[in-house]
C-alpha cells in the first residue's frame, strides 16, 4: 500500500523559506511522477508544482514560479517542495500526490491522483 507523509511545514514571516517533504512507501517511488498541491480555508484544492519520475520535467504554477522549486531524490524515496519568498497568500495546507498509474510527464488535476498525503500547514504572517 502506498503511503505517503509530508513534513517541514510551519509559521514563518513573510519572505522566509521552509522546504517540506514527502516520503513515499510502498512501491518503487522511481517509477511515479509526484505533485505538490495546496487547500487555503474556503478554497479548492490547487497544484503548486509537479515533476516527472526522472525529475527531469517540472512544472510551477504561475503564483509560486520563481520563488518554489520541486525536486526529488529517487534513492531516498522522497519528493522535496522548497519554498522561498513566502508571501501570506501562500498559507495553506500543502499535500503531496501521487498516480496510481505511470506517466512519462505531469499531471495537473487532483483527480488525475491516487494517493495523497495528511498534508502539513504552512502559515505565513505578515
Known amino acids: 500500500q502506498v503511503q505517503l507523509v509530508e513534513s517541514g511545514g510551519g509559521l514563518v514571516q513573510a519572505g522566509g523559506s521552509l522546504r517540506l517533504s514527502c516520503a513515499a512507501s510502498g512501491r518503487t517511488f522511481s517509477n511515479y511522477a509526484m505533485g505538490w498541491f495546496r487547500q487555503a480555508p474556503g478554497k479548492e484544492r490547487e497544484v503548486v508544482a509537479a515533476?516527472?519520475?526522472?525529475?527531469?520535467?517540472?512544472y510551477y504554477a504561475d503564483s509560486v514560479k520563481g520563488r518554489f522549486t520541486i525536486s526529488r531524490d529517487n534513492a531516498k524515496n522522497t519528493v522535496y517542495l522548497q519554498m522561498n519568498s513566502l508571501k501570506p497568500e501562500d498559507t495553506a495546507v500543502y499535500y503531496c500526490?501521487?498516480?496510481?498509474?505511470?506517466?512519462?510527464?505531469?499531471?495537473?488535476?487532483?483527480?488525475?491522483?491516487?494517493?495523497w498525503g495528511q498534508g502539513t500547514q504552512v502559515t505565513v504572517s505578515s
Open positions: 515533476i516527472n519520475w526522472s525529475g527531469s520535467s517540472t
Open positions: 500526490a501521487a498516480p496510481g498509474i505511470r506517466w512519462g510527464g505531469w499531471r495537473l488535476t487532483t483527480t488525475a491522483y491516487d494517493y
